[in-house]
């Protein structure tokens, strides 16, 4: 256990040394901090504006620093060579796998953390309504969980592809899980539906990450709207989530344990 919170705190550290994601993260505050003053542009009502543009910010920005986080983070090992140095001592390639990823975590948990901050203070600031607060806080917690997931996709995909393939190999599987996953669900859970397109459907289902369960703004953004059971809803697709990003490891492990370095 030693060996990887060894490395986790080590990449923690790397990650927030590195001026790109620094970069990323500023970027992101700035749109926080200036989305009030954008929300005017807009005829719709301006509490749904503000807390749409606040979440659009986060998870946008969450994404981009999970990706690009993860895609150097074992080949730059390689490359400089320093991974011989770490594996040349006790330290097993899986548990140098987890730590890294773990570190990443925490430094995407970190980042997120700032930019919530940022958002319920810039939010207070514009409504003047700390009880709805709490509330709009749980769109982030949920974007944490499907970070997670997209961090750990790249570190699976980490381990046999180039940065440039898995950057857009990553950000592909996180727009079709985001945008498709519904879809394919409805397909296959419609009667009508041939039972070619039933079992591809389930298929895809299987195994395209289903992003799209962490996308819960809209009741949040639009009070009128509601998630059934909210409480059931969000500890199931956080235990999917955690089943998933096991399963990732676990795949990346195996493959990253084969590979010569």
Do not use: C
């Not at 060894?6 to 590195?18: D, F, K, N, V, Y």
């Not at 006790?90 to 570190?103: A, N, S, T």
């Amino acid at each position: 256990m030693r060996p990887i919170i060894s490395i986790a705190s080590t990449t923690l550290g790397e990650a927030i040394r590195r001026k790109v994601l620094l970069i990323i993260l500023l970027i992101g505050i700035l749109f926080l901090v200036i989305a009030p003053g954008l929300g005017v542009l807009s005829a719709r009502s301006e509490t749904t504006v503000l807390r749409g543009m606040l979440l659009g910010v986060i998870q946008l920005t969450s994404a981009v620093i999970a990706v690009v986080l993860t895609v150097y983070m074992i080949p730059n090992e390689i490359e400089r060579r320093t991974i011989y140095t770490i594996l040349s001592k006790p330290v097993q390639r899986w548990q140098f796998l987890v730590g890294k990823y773990l570190g990443a975590v925490l430094s995407l948990g970190l980042m997120m953390v700032l930019m919530t901050t940022v958002m319920a203070f810039t939010f207070y600031l514009q409504q003047r309504d700390f009880t709805a607060v709490p509330e709009l806080v749980k769109a982030p917690v949920m974007y944490f969980v499907q970070m997670s997931l997209l961090a750990a996709l790249a570190v699976f995909f980490s381990t046999f592809v180039a940065p440039l393939v898995n950057f857009f190999l990553s950000g592909g599987m996180y727009i079709l899980g985001s945008l498709f996953n519904p879809f394919f669900q409805t397909l296959d859970q419609s009667p009508t539906t041939p039972i070619g397109a039933k079992v591809a459907a389930k298929l895809v289902n299987v195994i395209l990450p289903n992003f799209a369960n962490y996308n819960v703004q809209n009741p949040i953004i639009n009070p009128g709207q509601s998630i059934a059971n909210e409480g059931a809803y969000y500890f199931q697709v956080s235990i999917y989530g955690l089943f998933y990003i096991g399963i990732l490891l676990v795949g990346g492990i195996l493959v990253f344990d084969r590979r010569e370095v």
